[in-house]
């Protein structure tokens, strides 16, 4: 079983930084996928839509909504990764999940933050 806690998540205003830090901690890989998903208000759990990931090897994805302000990265020896979001937006305003992905016996198994909170509003 693997565990991840979040923090950092914030009330900014528009054009304001904020940085998100997720440890895991458990039974983890070698390798593995660390990454941020969000969820609008609004929107059901399968809308989760993902911000970033980043590989073990440090391969790095990114919604194109947040191309250019937003920075994944990660400490492997922390087991931890983070989430370097600046210029926010309004719609950036969501509940911000940490992933982690590891194959275990052959199947991709995903595990779930409880979720960190940003609101971006003036």
């Known amino acids: 079983q693997v565990q991840l806690v979040e923090s950092g998540g914030d009330l900014v205003q528009p054009g304001g930084s904020l940085r998100l830090s997720c440890a895991a901690s458990?039974?983890?890989?070698?390798?593995?996928?660390m990454g941020w998903y969000r969820q609008a208000p609004g929107k059901e759990r399968e809308e989760r839509e993902l911000?970033?990931?980043?590989?073990?090897?440090?391969?790095?994805n990114y919604a194109n909504a947040v191309k250019g302000r937003f920075t994944i990265s990660r400490d492997n020896d922390k087991n931890t990764v983070y989430l370097q979001m600046n210029s926010l937006k309004p719609e950036d305003t969501a509940v911000y999940y940490c992933?982690?992905?590891?194959?275990?016996?052959?199947?991709?198994?995903?595990?779930w933050g409880q979720g960190t909170q940003v609101t971006v509003s003036s």
């Open positions: 992933n982690l992905a590891q194959k275990i016996m052959n199947e991709m198994v995903d595990f």
């Open positions: 458990g039974s983890i890989w070698s390798i593995n996928t």
């Open positions: 911000v970033a990931k980043i590989t073990n090897t440090g391969s790095r």
